[in-house]
């Protein structure tokens, strides 16, 4: 039984910083590709970061372009977590976090097939 449990959301004024933490319990999450996707009221669930599988050379990332340079996605094989570290909020940052895992490093959301339940995350003056 694979399970994710989001955590670290809450209330954030503009310009500061939240870590998002993701624990999984039944996969190893290194032997896997992670990512983190958002969706805000009456949007659509959206992409912001992923991390391949480890290797010998290790792991790659990427993301979004709208939080490039704001945002890092990381992972702690030794406790078998995810994390993403959000630097720079901003209101649009706004949104529920949810955290995933699957066999393909992608930007889609039908590569992943195990998901949290999200984590809020608001971004407030």
């Known amino acids: 039984q694979v399970q994710l449990v989001e955590s670290g959301g809450g209330l954030v004024q503009p310009g500061g910083s939240l870590r998002l933490s993701c624990a999984c319990s039944?996969?190893?999450?290194?032997?896997?590709?992670g990512a983190w996707f958002r969706q805000a009221p009456g949007k659509e669930r959206e992409f912001v970061a992923a991390?391949?599988?480890?290797?010998?050379?290790?792991?790659?990332?990427m993301h979004a372009d709208s939080v490039n340079g704001r945002f890092t996605i990381s992972r702690d094989n030794a406790k078998n977590t995810m994390s993403l570290q959000m630097n720079s909020l901003k209101p649009e940052d706004t949104a529920t976090y949810y955290c995933?895992?699957?066999?393909?490093?992608?930007?889609?959301?039908?590569?992943?097939?195990?998901w949290g339940r999200g984590t809020q995350v608001t971004v407030s003056s």
């Open positions: 995933t895992t699957g066999v393909a490093y992608s930007v889609s959301q039908g590569a992943y097939d195990y």
């Open positions: 039944g996969r190893t999450l290194s032997q896997y590709a």
């Open positions: 991390i391949s599988s480890e290797t010998w050379t290790g792991s790659r990332s």
